[in-house]
């Protein structure tokens, strides 16, 4: 199984610190203790290779040695994070799961158990199991319409773990059932990096577990990062050892990059960039306040049609389970992110599906945010399109403060302000106030569902 070479990792490094949970330190060799631990489990469960296995847990030492086995044991791991505890049901559906594996959020095992009268028959898994591979099934974020199931050969796309990087000590602060998240606890684990787990997921708990436990990565979305910014928490604590910043999932707005660049002189600010049907690419930004970014490395190609990036990857997902194939016939992936190119640079302008249509004219939400962001009191900004008899749609932005004031009062500063910067049908038609929290999806991304 391609899990050996994680395995051999492991003994080497036996004695060093793999995971902090709760403020509590594990070895690799508790790591090894555990994963041998979960595999008796699945084993007197009735699991088998190429059993669909839903891992209901988060990061923690039994989540991981969990997710470890299970991958190693060949099963199909469907992993469920708490922060979409609503859609489990759907996904356990939509992924025909055969049996569920919980483990507690404060790391207590639960248990593993068969789910009566299911039988995953998919024709992808089929190919899967023939190959003896394990698999991988991560989820869409789904914000308009059925969330789509895709489906990883589990020995593509954890191959490019076995090539050594830097050891540098992680934060887990993306999600267990994301691709970033999984690609943050791959690539540290594989190298012998300790993974640090926050007790909870804000600013001030994630910055005291850089300072606590000496973090030198911090991979998190922006909306997260601009969050940081506003609440001040970095300067409550020592932050010295922190080395790198990554950032992807949507895009940076510039402003909090130049803040952010600011706030950290001494830090190197790295825009990434994965798909979840993909995995995450090899990155390299300009300049740490620019948003131009060279993506791919060894096992990735790129291409621009039509204004849209188009990438060609060796660990690209199987297929879909429950959606069409969105690969081209000469077997690109079709991103739908619109781009600008410049030479071996890209700047990511957002998702094709999130464009305004103003009358014929295309608006970009990134753009129309990233200026609403530059005016006093605004915490953060979601602009979303608005249908209009005349024009099809207006812009809407919905922004939260940092100080109360009175709404209409905000939208002429924040029109105003426009005016100066954007095109007049860039302008917002309407501008809404909404708690912060609103304004992000519960995979950190910003929320833009069309207003009907």
Known sequence: MITRFLLDVFRAHAREEAIVFQNRSSTFGDLLAGIAAADAAHRTAGLSPGAVVALEADFSPRGIAHLL?????????????????????????????????????????????????????HGLY?????????????FTSGSSGEPKAALHDGDRLLAKYRTPRHRLRTILFLLFDHIGGFDTLLQALSNACAVIIPVARDPESVCAAIARHRAEVLPAA????????????????????????????????????ERLAAAFPGVTLLQKYGLTELGTMRSRSSANNSLWVKIGGE???????????????????????NAPSPFTDDGWFMTGDAVEQDGEFYRIL?????????????????????????????ADVAVVGEAHPFTGQVVVARVALAQDEDARALERRVREHCKGRLAPYMVPAKVMVVPIDELVTARDKKARRAAP
């Open 69 to 121: 086995a299970l991958l190693g044991g060949g099963a199909i791991v469907v992993p469920l994070a708490p922060a979409s505890a609503a859609r489990h049901d759907e996904f356990r559906r939509i992924a025909q799961v055969e049996y569920r594996v919980v483990v507690a959020p404060n790391d207590a095992a639960v248990g593993a158990e068969r789910i009566a009268g299911t039988n995953a028959s």
């Open 350 to 378: 957002g998702r094709a599906s999130d464009l305004i249509n103003v009358g014929g004219r295309k608006v970009y939400p990134a753009e129309v945010e990233a200026v609403v962001a530059e005016v006093p009191n605004v």
């Open 222 to 257: 922006p909306s997260f990062l601009g969050l940081l910014l506003l609440s001040g928490a970095a300067g409550r604590h020592d932050l010295s050892s922190l080395r790198y910043v990554t950032y992807g999932a949507e895009v940076m707005p510039l402003r909090t990059l």
């Open 299 to 321: 096992g990735f190609a790129t291409r621009v049609r039509d204004g849209l990036l188009e990438i060609q990857a060796t660990s690209s997902m199987l297929g879909y389970l």
């Open 126 to 138: 089929d190919t899967l199991r023939a190959l003896g591979h394990p698999g991988l099934v991560l």
